[in-house]
């Protein structure tokens, strides 16, 4: 927790006030308070706020007040549709999702970053150079996911293709590019410190209890949002889901933590 709470920059805690925590509107208040309690300066914070004001990442409706900006508008919603990720699976038919990725370019590194990020929220692996896969368990069109994927980065012109039958020497060997056991180790551990940090919030001072609410927060909903979301047959999903009822769980007292903690700041 203290190596989370030494890289937060007043960017950072912007960012995710309004997209990980929630916040319809933030206001400068609020953000100068949320500053102190990871030991930001105003003047970071403001400065923040300018920037990100300018990158078009948040938008001031009014004077000192705040709002998720229209081009973060398709990460917000991602980052905010945790809550909802078990419902984008359906069965298995043994089928898989492809995009193959050799026509694309591979020198612009913004680029290969967009793609590598839009591809990796969806729970594709990289098979080999060039070759994206994940099993065809999600519930959405080809069409539709091929959609979402551009709107968060990935290539205009890229394919996707749903492979049904394969033959290869050795057989394509997808189901090893995920770590079973490195997956449902971590929805055990994650488990473990919301339940844990969850019993001793209510005993922090307001400040600690606010900044340990985001930093874990913010870390299983990365966790959640990451996840390859694999078929029965690949991982424990009744775990996975476990950990995103958890997850809901602590968001309601993580938020009761933040304006616990509003409150004592406007009461000085």
């Known amino acids: 927790m203290a190596g989370e709470a030494e890289a937060m920059t007043a960017r950072r805690l912007i960012l995710s006030l309004l997209n990980a925590v929630g916040t319809q509107r933030l206001t400068a208040a609020q953000m100068v308070a949320a500053a102190r309690a990871f030991e930001i300066e105003d003047a970071a914070m403001r400065m923040a706020a300018t920037r990100l004001t300018k990158q078009g990442l948040i938008e001031s409706p009014e004077r000192g007040a705040y709002v998720s900006g229209t081009s973060a508008r398709e990460l917000r919603d991602q980052v905010r549709g945790w809550r909802d990720v078990r419902a984008r699976r359906t069965d298995w038919n043994g089928d898989w ?11 612009d590194r913004k680029r290969l970053a967009a793609r590598d990020r839009a591809l990796r929220l969806y729970g594709f692996a990289e098979a080999e150079t060039g070759l994206w896969v994940r099993p065809a368990n999600l519930v959405f069109e080809l069409e539709a996911l091929r959609s979402r994927l551009v709107a968060l980065g990935l290539d205009g012109g890229a394919l996707l293709w749903r492979i049904s039958e394969q033959a290869s020497a050795e057989g394509a060997g997808f189901a090893g ?6 997956l ?85």
């Open 97 to 107: 999702l492809a995009m193959p990725g050799g026509h694309l370019g591979r020198t």
């Open 184 to 268: 449902e180790s971590g929805y055990r551990e994650m488990i473990a410190a919301l339940d844990e940090s969850s019993a001793r919030l209510d005993a922090l001072p307001h400040g600690e209890a606010a900044r340990e609410a985001l930093l874990l927060g913010q870390a299983a909903i990365r966790r959640i949002n990451l996840d390859p979301l694999l078929p029965d047959a690949m991982v424990d999903t009744a775990l996975f889901d476990r950990l995103v009822a958890a997850m809901e769980a602590y968001d309601r007292r993580g938020k009761h933590a933040w304006a616990a903690f509003y409150t004592a700041m406007d009461r000085g």
């Open 177 to 182: 590019l995920w770590d079973r056991g490195a």
